[in-house]
């Protein structure tokens, strides 16, 4: 398996989870000319732009280490080209075109976050532990990683 696959299983991996606690995934690997959004997510009032890590261990470092100051301003950017293409007045309204299914009202958001969440799994794709770093980053700071509360859940 190649390092774009075992990613890919870890983003599913993480939006399975985000849909547990009860997130609207809006979107996964959304790609804008500034790069690509791992998954977008809608949950009480507040859309999330998911930054998504996988790693088999940490003996390069913590996943989140690994988003680095360029990663932020290309994740920061590529939300405000989504933001400017699909919300208007704080409403997220998303057509066919985008999700392939039609939506009967539109969703309210008052907050934006930007999380990421480290998904641990074996190279066979066995889940081991999901981390979810809530507003890990923010347009106020984008240089650098803010330590937020985490979320864990252990498999």
């Not at 998954?39 to 690994?66: C, H, Q, W």
């Not at 999380?115 to 532990?129: A, N, P, S």
Request: aromatic share 12%.
């Amino acid at each position: 398996m190649n390092t774009k696959e075992f990613g890919r299983a870890g983003e599913k991996a993480a939006a399975d989870y985000l849909k547990q606690k009860e997130y609207r995934i809006l979107g996964t690997n959304y790609l804008t000319a500034h790069g690509e959004i791992d998954i977008i997510a809608y949950n009480k009032g507040r859309l999330v732009f998911v930054e998504v890590k996988t790693r088999s261990n940490d003996s390069y470092g913590a996943p989140m280490d690994a988003v680095d100051l360029k990663k932020i301003q290309r994740v920061l950017y590529s939300a405000e080209e989504f933001k400017t293409m699909h919300c208007r007045y704080g409403h997220i309204r998303l057509d066919c075109s985008f999700l392939c299914f039609r939506w009967t009202k539109k969703l309210r958001y008052t907050e934006t976050g930007y999380d990421i969440i480290e998904v641990f799994m074996t190279r066979d794709l066995q889940l081991e532990k999901i981390e979810q770093h809530i507003n890990a980053f923010n347009k106020n700071t984008p240089n650098k990683i803010i330590k937020t509360k985490k979320s864990r859940y252990k498999y």
